[in-house]
């Protein structure tokens, strides 16, 4: 070992933490949902997982996953092609492609796998990838793994996409890709204004849609329900790991064509192991769940007016939207580490999000809601966050 490279990451890690840049992980002793306990026996209230419809820790998903296990068992250690497909991972690839109003889709390990195994795989340097400056991580690498020629336009801007658009004219294939929901913002794409510069500039529209299948439109199918533009957007990409379920695993949805490519030769899907088979068959519950309790959806909307008003009643500053995310704007990395962890003591729980996963200068807090979260539970956290931001001197 050469100690001068332990040497160089230690200083690294040091100069994270006098920035108040460096995270800490928390650990909950508890299953996830509205209230937590935490390592430490506290018990505090939950405003940070992306639990969005409460089924985290469900007791219907508890009771599909133990029946589940005891049917299929607990792994398959395999890749698909080899021997790990069971009947309900291909059952689930064509329920969540009748559920989001695709052809077919492709399941991965993760949202972040389904992008890193989708650019690369259906592009090359004759083609030109379009991508919105907020782009969540993944995305980011996934087109970096590319050889396709990349541009960016700002965030949500669609005179700054139709330039880029201009400038792929000469292009074999243009890929326009986007969030449906920018994470740290809770702010949608305009997918109507995108999906009509790509029929006019004849581009395939990809949308990450990680934040809002499963409860954004009016039968929760997402940022293409939500806009109007169902039909539309050609590829779609999602998480199990938030709304529907909180387990963990991704897919690509979108044409037959282009998902038997990625089967073909998606390198993340080839060589990486199935998504349990506990995961598939109780995401299959979900999509019933989706389906036969809209009340979810109703509780989750009506816990996030609730919250977003009486926040901007405080004085606080929030991003404006509608989303379940709320972001908190404080600026400063060290303020938000502050009043996150006074949010704490006071018995809430959430957690500051600085540089760089936000810009510099651009440190927040991101309150999620939830359809688990009781009225008097979010009153609570208001209360404490009325204290704690009086305390900061954040507002009168
Ligand atoms: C927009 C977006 N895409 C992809 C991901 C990654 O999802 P997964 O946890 O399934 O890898 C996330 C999760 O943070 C996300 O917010």
Redesign the pocket.
């Known amino acids: 070992m050469d100690p001068a490279f332990i040497d160089r990451l230690s200083a690294q890690a040091e100069s994270l933490d006098q920035a108040g840049l460096y995270k800490r992980e928390r650990g909950i002793a508890s299953g996830q949902g509205a209230a937590v306990r935490l390592a430490d026996g506290r018990e505090v209230l939950n405003l940070c997982a992306n639990n969005y419809l409460g089924l985290a820790n469900h007791p219907l998903l508890r009771e599909a996953a133990h029946r589940a296990i005891d049917r299929y068992g607990y792994g398959v250690a395999s890749v698909r092609f080899i021997c790990g497909t069971q009947t309900i991972h291909r059952e689930l690839e064509q329920r969540l492609a009748a559920f989001l109003g695709t052809e077919d889709a492709l399941l991965y390990s993760?949202?972040?796998?389904a992008?890193g195994g989708l650019f690369e795989t259906v592009t090359d340097e004759q083609d030109v990838i379009i991508s919105d400056a907020l782009n969540?991580a993944?995305?980011i690498d996934g087109i970096r793994l590319s050889r396709a020629r990349r541009l960016r336009y700002a965030n949500r801007d669609l005179a700054s996409l139709e330039d880029c658009l201009r400038q792929a004219r000469d292009a074999r294939t243009r890929l326009v890709v986007t969030?449906g929901v920018f994470?740290m913002d809770g702010t949608i794409a305009p997918l109507a204004g995108i999906c009509e510069l790509a029929e006019r500039y004849r581009a395939v529209v990809v949308v990450?849609d990680?934040?809002a299948t499963g409860f954004l439109g009016a039968t929760g199918r997402g940022s293409h329900e939500h806009c109007g533009v169902m039909g539309q957007v050609d590829l779609l990409t999602g998480?199990?790991?938030k709304a529907l379920g909180g387990a963990?695993?991704?897919y690509v949805a979108g044409p037959r064509a282009v998902i038997d490519w990625l089967r073909q030769r998606s390198r993340p899907y080839l060589f990486s192991n199935s998504i349990p088979p506990v995961v598939a068959a109780t995401t299959l519950r979900v999509l019933d769940l989706l389906d036969s309790m809209p009340e979810l959806r109703e509780r989750l909307w009506a816990n996030t007016r609730w919250f977003r008003q009486e926040m901007a009643a405080l004085g606080f500053q929030l991003v404006a939207g509608e989303h379940p995310i709320v972001p908190i704007m404080l600026g400063e990395a060290t303020l938000a580490g502050r009043l996150a962890e006074r949010m704490l003591e006071l018995g809430t729980y959430v957690v500051g999000f600085a540089y760089p996963v936000v810009p510099q200068g651009a440190a927040r807090i991101r309150t999620q809601m939830s359809a688990a979260h009781e009225r008097a539970q979010l009153q609570t956290a208001v209360a404490s966050f009325a204290q704690a931001g009086r305390e900061l001197g954040l507002i009168k």
């Open positions: 993760s949202c972040f796998d992008n969540h993944s995305i969030d994470s990450d990680s934040h998480t199990l790991g963990s695993g991704g």
